[in-house]
């Protein structure tokens, strides 16, 4: 069931739409247009790849991201850098207060077998347990990619905690239900989701539905927050300023 947004208008939503528990999704979001992706239960758990639709050899870097950030942990006002060094997306709003994972990876068929048990078409037909990694490769396919296409995921709505040092641990923590997280492309975005459980989820495979909902929103101004983040953020705007003149 789709949620109205009380703080939108409705004249700017483009695309407004539920994507189910273990399903995938893609879509290139143009420039300037911004996607807005909430748990609604507060249960969520959705993994994502980003590239660059013009040209998708240029993809999303993890280890920039972290690295020109200095933090492993997103938040509002940080970017998501591609490996040519300019923003594919910002993150322009987060109401989960910080539930970004960009350190776990993702799952895959022998990692949900061993963390719910089995669930495979065989067994339970059109309900069987779906990992991200078989979401992934059947969305890339439409675009004609595939497995060395593959790159580092972001984790929406989850956290993992790092303890002793370099144990990884996930967080039991959830945000609130109807929070969500906006991105808005600063260049023509592919975008590939996976809503599966997180890769170090264990129990019941229940994922929870998600909404994504696509509107258009006013140009990046010169006091733009994410644009001014830092010197980094500054010059990578101006490197996309340059690929679009």
Request: hydrophobic share 35%; net charge neutral.
């Amino acid at each position: 069931m789709i949620t109205k947004h009380k703080n939108l208008n409705s004249d700017a939503i483009l695309l407004d739409e539920v994507i189910p528990g273990g399903a995938k999704w893609s879509k290139i979001i143009k420039r300037g247009h911004t996607l807005r992706i909430t748990t609604k239960d507060g249960l969520g758990s959705l993994s994502a790849m980003f590239y660059n639709a013009d040209n998708t050899a240029e993809r999303f870097n993890s280890a920039d991201t972290v690295k020109l950030q200095h933090n492993a942990y997103f938040c509002k006002g940080r970017v998501l850098y591609s490996e040519l060094g300019r923003v594919l997306l910002s993150i322009t709003e987060d109401t989960t207060e910080g539930f970004f994972d960009a350190i776990a990876g993702i799952s895959n068929p022998r990692l949900v077998k061993k963390n719910f048990g089995e669930g495979d078409f065989e067994h339970i037909r059109n309900r069987y347990y779906k990992s991200d990694r078989e979401n992934f490769l059947i969305e890339l396919g439409k675009y004609g990619m595939g497995k060395r296409d593959m790159i580092p995921a972001i984790n929406f709505f989850r956290k993992v905690d790092i303890k002793e040092g370099s144990k990884l641990e996930l967080s039991s923590a959830r945000p609130k239900p109807e929070s969500y997280i906006e991105l808005r492309a600063e260049m023509n975005v592919l975008l590939v989701l996976s809503n599966t459980p997180h890769v170090m989820e264990e129990g019941k495979y229940n994922p929870s539905d998600v909404q994504v909902t696509l509107y258009t929103g006013a140009p990046v101004a010169e006091d733009d927050f994410c644009m001014n983040f830092s010197p980094q953020s500054q010059r990578a705007f101006i490197n996309n300023a340059r690929y679009f003149a």
